[in-house]
């Protein structure tokens, strides 16, 4: 099947209000430019030199987002055009995010990366350590980068219990911070999880944006 017609399966099985990030990792850019041709304009990379290079050849109108681990000395050379930064784990990376944008005069949208996995291979923050982070002094002086939501991946199993409940944990902390910190935030809106293998269980659990690669594109 085409990415068209994938895609328009997957839209039958997610609510509207759901954003599908196409994660396009390893695929060219004669099959992003197919893709994009369809009208889909939200793609993910997780390689910041793959996400550079794609972002110079192609369609300038496309929402790029970085949805895999950023080192900071990475930083800057995504700060001058990526949408949204999904994979924030420190406070570092949010002061070095927040200062190459100032640099391209911009403020780049964040998620805070939540660990909810048992694996220890996964990156992501506490929910104390997000709590801190939120009511640092240090965030309260970041001008250039705006906290959005929260992003989580779900440990690798067949466990869908595990997963729902993994899941489930990720929006619960979502609605303690939006209650306790962005309030009258409208733009503290976003959660990103959910995969091609999980991303059913990610729908019901209440995510806003899932993160489809093979689906989308077939098997890697």
Known sequence: MSFSENLQKLHK???DKVKIVAVSK???EETILEAYNTGHKIFGENRVQELVRKYENLPGDIE??????LQTNKVKYIAGFVSLIHSVDSIKLLDTINKEAAKCNRIIDCLLQLR???????FGLTYEEIRNILSSKELEEMKNVRITG???MATFTGDENMISSEFNYLAKCFQQLK???YNSADYFKELSM???NDYHLAVKAGTTMIRIGSILFGAR
């Open 116 to 122: 909810i996995a048992k694996e220890e291979t996964k």
């Open 26 to 28: 390893t695929k060219s």
């Open 194 to 196: 959910g995969m091609s």
């Open 13 to 15: 099985e997610v609510p």
């Open 179 to 181: 209650l306790s910190f």
């Open 150 to 152: 929260l992003m989580g």
């Open 64 to 69: 790029w987002h970085m949805v895999g681990h």
